[in-house]
């Protein structure tokens, strides 16, 4: 929708707008300019980044420096809701290396938002990969946006 996405939530501010987008494939749906607001406060409609179809789409936030990651807000606001399914089965991970990945949350709902709370035990992180349960089905992945909250440790 277009209002601004909150700077703070989860207790802490919003980190992904210093960082970066990394998603598994493109597709002729992507637009690649869009991607720095799929992480940021920026109001917007429809989905900012588009991976192609595949068995194991995922969307990786690189963080600016190593934070304590307290939570993440996705959107799965595709206009279409048919197609909103296809972010499921969804995984959240963190890594500190981009090489070792720990699961933090998983759901098989398909939902408008998944607010995934890490406040309880929020860990060292570089990065913030969302995913869809790897060779479930052989579909695009897509959201609005994918915003992490968390400590600055830099």
């Keep these: ?61 690189v963080l600016a420096g190593p934070s304590a990651v307290k939570g993440v807000l996705i959107e799965n606001g595709h206009p279409n809701k048919g197609v909103r399914g296809r972010a499921v089965p969804l995984e959240v991970q963190i890594s500190e290396d981009g090489k070792e990945w720990k699961t933090v949350f998983k759901d098989t709902t398909v939902r408008d938002v998944y607010r995934v709370d890490l406040t309880a035990n929020a860990e060292r992180s570089r990065r913030v990969r969302v995913r869809r349960k790897p060779g479930v089905k052989e579909e695009p992945l897509h959201f609005t946006k994918i915003l992490v909250y968390g400590d600055k440790l830099y």
């Design 1 to 61: 929708s277009k209002r601004a996405r909150p700077a703070n939530d989860f207790g802490a501010r919003l980190l992904s707008a210093d960082g970066m987008l990394r998603i598994s494939s493109t597709s002729r749906w992507d637009a690649p300019t869009r991607h720095i607001h799929a992480i940021d406060a920026t109001p917007v409609e429809g989905n900012l980044f588009h991976t192609g179809s595949e068995r194991n789409p995922w969307a990786e936030v």
